[in-house]
């Protein structure tokens, strides 16, 4: 079984900055690629950023030159770094990943639970 634990959500004043991580765990034999989704109240949920296994990057356009996602293979975890924060940046933000889980001996597409950030002054 393959667990996705964010962590680092929270407050935080428009400008600021926010860390948030999410680790692996579980009958993983190899991840290809770990992302963040983010979700506002009334709105559909959107892609905020994703990064492969080899470090290919791709972000959406609203948080472009403010959000850097990053990945360590060996601990299984995926980071994003925010800055720059903007009240429209509020939302439940979920980790994704693609990857083999050698249990059930197929590859397989899980999520976290979620971790609201809120920008707010």
């Known amino acids: 079984q393959v667990q996705l634990v964010e962590s680092g959500g929270g407050l935080v004043q428009p400008g600021g900055s926010l860390r948030l991580s999410c680790a692996a765990s579980?009958?993983?034999?190899?991840?290809?690629?770990m992302g963040w989704y983010r979700q506002a109240p009334g709105k559909q949920r959107e892609l905020v950023a994703v990064i492969t296994s080899r470090g290919s990057t791709n972000y959406a356009d609203s948080v472009k030159g403010r959000f850097t996602i990053s990945r360590d293979n060996a601990k299984n975890t995926v980071y994003l770094q925010m800055n720059s924060l903007k009240p429209e940046d509020t939302a439940v933000y979920t980790c994704?990943?693609?990857?083999?889980?050698?249990?059930?001996?197929?590859?397989?597409?899980?999520w976290g639970q979620g971790t609201q950030v809120t920008v707010s002054s």
């Open positions: 579980g009958s993983i034999f190899s991840i290809y690629a």
């Open positions: 994704n990943a693609d990857l083999f889980d050698f249990r059930l001996g197929r590859s397989l597409n899980y």
